[in-house]
């Protein structure tokens, strides 16, 4: 009777031993695929990161580039207006002279003269 508990006691030994080992076995696998897993998306994370940094970047220079021209239109725009101002202090001059300082002129340079704005 001892001999059968005895036995009956190994085999649930060995059957729970042999569970044991194939689950750590099974968790070895799982824990080497989530590894893995975790490995490739690290890699992806580093290389988004790095992408929406060079993004960044250009955004930057974007904005910067932005800057300038926002810059450059306002510099042109001054000096149209300074032109612009003395376009037409030459323009009054020229239509406020006397009827005496007029003269002879070129038909093509004054209809050049006629078609300025």
Same mark, same amino acid.
């Given at each position: 009777?001892?001999? %059968? ?13 042999g569970?044991?080992?194939? %689950?750590?076995r ?9 590894? !893995? ?19 960044? @970047? ?6 910067? %580039?932005?800057? !300038? ?5 306002a ?24 009827? @005496? ?17």
């Amino acid at each position: 009777m001892l001999m %059968r508990i005895l036995t009956a006691a190994l085999v649930v030994a060995l059957v729970l031993g042999g569970w044991q080992f194939l %689950r750590a076995r099974h968790l070895d696998q799982m824990l080497t695929i989530e590894t !893995q897993a975790l490995e490739a998306m690290t890699g992806n994370r580093d290389r988004w990161q790095a992408s929406a940094e060079e993004v960044l @970047e250009e955004l930057a220079e974007q904005r910067q %580039r932005a800057r !300038q021209a926002e810059a450059a239109v306002a510099e042109l725009m001054a000096t149209l207006e300074a032109t612009h101002a003395d376009y037409q202090a030459l323009e009054r001059q020229v239509r406020q002279a006397p009827a @005496e300082d007029d003269g002879p002129v070129a038909p093509v340079l004054r209809q050049a003269l006629e078609d300025l704005p």
